[in-house]
């Protein structure tokens, strides 16, 4: 039980940090990428819906679940979950969520540091004068794909420099944890999100205010034309249920629910503190920052100088590294490195907050638990990330990395969720539960929420979990009407190859694991997913020991002890 | 850009802007709730 006796120093702190553990890298380029492949501007008609009937009910859900686990000493989802049901079997479902953080802030804390190098990069100039090609070589050489590396070691091609900049981001993660809640995670919030919002309005402004830029043979190489393309509504894109999916689905993710971040977070207020108006507050803000800002720089800007076109085939998460810099330096001197310090510092804040947020578990778990200091819950924290974080950076042209995305960034997160909302309302009780969430509330919570969060929400969930579990090819709404048709005629199903089954499966997929020239990403996806594995067994192990140790300290006398 | 690009634009974001703006001067603006001086105060029941 909790020997931690940390607490938020203020409400505006708290706020922040929670906000910052919602907005991260996907607000800026996965929602304005979602958006133009889903309907433009009437993809905000089902985001803003599945925000309503899904995030809202999932923020007062895991924000009370935090509170109420911290009244009983509770500060990492195990016990939280734990101490809501008399079923011992729920801890395990909460070592999901330390699980998942782990998984993630392994390749996140990459990403950040490709931001980090980035930012200096812009700074010194580093993008000036040469051409997108290059631009996009330089990224390829930095992480080491495409045989571009030469720093040979043991004949395995380690991307040095990455590797000092990912070194160099985890010990500064390691050291902010170190100094604990208001000592460090929320000074940090305090001054980096105004930061990023500054950043954000002066690269939403500059993208706006340009329009034309005037590029030979390019009619539609205009600002103007990118928010057209993504602002416009085409309405009879709402009768499509993959656009309600991918609205569903960047919902879920954005918010970071699913985590066990946010309990965590909550599981430091105290019993009679607000949730209510906080949770608000924190996921209006991360929707402010993802419609407000995210989509007014990355798309307005590549349009601007790669026209439509160009756009609507390449338009994805790499074009933060691989494109940006080049559309940057298409300005004067002085504005570009301006708008590259904003861009991956805006960038760099958004995922620090993150991965803040996501070494919070393990901490609480750990601190209250076991009893250790949070300095040595730090490090052996960074200890952990780093062996785990090798797999991703050293084979990252074997989709080691996107392996270590799909469990723990996707299927991992919906799961708990879903448990978790089942515990909340079903397990735990409505009665109970809408007390928790109306409990010391600054604003009166509609009692609809209350249908909402018991029926609509876990069916949004499960919607989304069985889609993702037997995705057909391509999933449109006439693929599924196929899928089940061969069902029925032909007894088999045209599994997708990124559903869950098809994953577990390895299904349309090569299974041998060696070849002429040496292991093939078979090798290496397995390796990966032995990794994962290790990682959630050897947490639930530690889950039952610590669950041991809670028993003798209940069943032992408090004189035998001292 | 169209005319139903720019107001579909203008709408959402100058709402999400206000709703965001709402809730954080409902944050500020409300008092902090005394600390609880007794064990009758601290009670759920």
Sequence with gaps: MSQTTQSWGSRIGLILAMAGNAVGLGNFLRFPVQAVQNGGGAFIIPYLVSFLLMGIPLLWVEWSMGRYGGKFGSHSTPFILDSMSKKRWWKYIGVFAIFTNLGIISYYTYIESWTLTYTIKSLSGAFSGIGREEVAGMFDTYVGINGTLTDDILGINLPVWAIVAFLATLCLNIYILSKGLSGGIEKVAKIAMPMLLVFGVFLAIRAITLGDTNIDGCDTCNTHAGLDFLWNPQFDSLSNPKVWLAAAGQIFFTLSVGMGTIQCYAAYLKPKEDIALNAMTAGWTNAFVEIVLGASIVIPISVGYMGLDWVMENAGFMMAFKTMPYLFNQWQPFIAALSGLAWFGLLFIAGITSSLAMGTPWMGFVEDEFGWKRNKSAIILGLIVLVMALPPIVFYEYGVFDEYDYWTGTVALVVFALAEVILFAWVFGMDKGWKEITGGADIKVPLFYRFIIKWVTPFFILIIFISSLIKPMDGNMSDWAVAFSQLFSEGSWPWANDSIIAQIFHLNEDLKWFAADGPTAMFFKDLSRFVLVATFVGLAIMVKIASNRRKRKLTTPKILEE | ?45
Excluded: C, H
């Design chain 2, 1 to 45: 850009m169209s005319g139903s690009a720019i107001l579909f634009m203008v709408v959402v974001q100058l709402s999400v802007t206000i709703v965001t703006a709402y809730f954080f001067y409902r944050v500020l603006t409300t008092k902090k709730k005394p600390e609880p001086d007794s064990f009758t105060d601290n009670d759920d029941s």
